[in-house]
């Protein structure tokens, strides 16, 4: 943070558009609906506001998988119909059992 290269803004999340176009990475760890998430960081990529995106979806109470996986494929969709290339990778970390990591980088 000391560098000055980090900023943090206190924002509602869905509503907030960086000032500057240049962001290279977005960290998001929001306690909301992953399908939310999800399309909130497809957003981001397509609308070129920031490179990367490393972000948590949470695991829903029930149908965890069922509903991570279908966000996913969402999240895909939207970026393919969008005509965006990218690389993702998800996990799920040892420490974070109750949420999915990932990480989105556009290409083009």
Not at 2 to 21: C, I, L, M, N, S
Not at 79 to 84: E, H, P
Request: charge should be positive; hydrophobic fraction near 35%.
């Amino acid at each position: 943070m000391e560098t000055g290269q980090v900023k943090h803004h206190q924002a509602d999340g869905f509503k907030f558009e960086p000032p500057r176009k240049n962001v290279t990475w977005l960290v998001c760890d929001m306690v909301e609906k992953p399908s939310r998430v999800a399309q909130l960081m497809g957003e981001w990529i397509i609308e070129r506001w920031a490179k990367e995106a490393i972000f948590n979806l949470k695991l829903p109470m029930k149908n965890r998988y069922e509903e991570v996986k279908e966000d996913i494929d969402n999240l895909r969709i939207f970026l393919r119909d969008n005509g965006v290339r990218y690389e993702m990778k998800a996990k799920h970390l040892y420490h974070d059992r109750e949420e999915i990591t990932i990480h989105l980088r556009r290409i083009n």
